[in-house]
């Protein structure tokens, strides 16, 4: 990803200066470095082990985690539990967080819902320097891409998730980097087989992350 010009929007002024997750997650409330902060109801950043041996990167909020201020709390969160636990990684090992830390939404053409609204490229850019710090002082062994946006917002906008994943991709980011499928793509499919033969694939992929945890000592 190209680095932000001036007049782009960019988190950048509103990091502190001496990174720790405590100062980065304190920050990150006051932020307002594209215009998401104005719809949504707070920061959600990123949780987990302040040195983490695998980070997952998700998307971004969604309507459940901008109430409770936390990743991963809604069914999606309950998706990527269950497929951790079954691939044998433990939460206490995983640092959790998104490309982008506001919700992004629009409303419900009925009702008061607030629906999922994928960010724009200027938003995953403006919010990249969050996910850079947070990278850098919890330095995962494997960072861990889940979906599209997050594959991209790493790995490159040409990154191509149903081609490559479940493969560690070189990069300068961390020791080993994989992309997978986003478990909310799970909780979209057609029907219970095809739901349950994408959850064994995804649980496959994180085996991968799993075997390779184990190949590498605990951090210190
Ligand atoms: N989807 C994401 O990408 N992140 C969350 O925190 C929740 C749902």
């Known amino acids: 990803m190209p680095p932000a010009k001036d007049n782009f929007p960019t988190a950048l ?24 902060w104005e719809r949504a109801t707070q920061t959600v950043f990123g949780e987990g082990a302040s040195r983490a041996r695998v980070m997952l990167v998700g ?12 990743p991963f709390v809604g069914p999606a969160g309950k998706i990527l539990d269950e497929a951790l636990a079954a691939a044998g990684i433990e939460r206490g090992d995983v640092y959790v967080t998104n490309a982008v830390k506001h919700f992004s939404w629009t409303p419900a053409e009925r009702g008061k819902r607030r629906i999922h609204k994928k960010p724009r490229y200027s938003e995953i850019r403006a919010c990249r320097p969050w996910l850079e710090a947070e990278i850098a002082v919890t330095r995962p062994h494997v960072i861990v891409c889940l979906g599209a946006t997050a594959a991209q917002a790493l790995l490159g906008s040409d990154f191509s998730v149903m081609r490559r994943r479940g493969q560690f991709i070189p990069s300068s980011l961390a020791p080993r980097v994989m992309a997978t499928v986003h478990p909310s793509s799970i909780l979209r499919a057609l029907d219970e087989p095809s739901r ?5 694939a995804f649980i496959r992929d994180l085996a991968i992350v799993a075997h390779e945890m184990r190949r590498v000592p605990h951090a210190a």
């Open 13 to 36: 002024p509103f990091l502190p200066s001496k990174l720790n997750i405590r100062n980065l997650q304190a920050a990150a409330r006051q932020c307002k470095g594209c215009d998401l």
């Open 59 to 70: 998307e971004q909020p969604g309507d459940k985690e901008d109430i409770a201020g936390h």
């Open 196 to 200: 349950h033969e994408q959850k064994e």
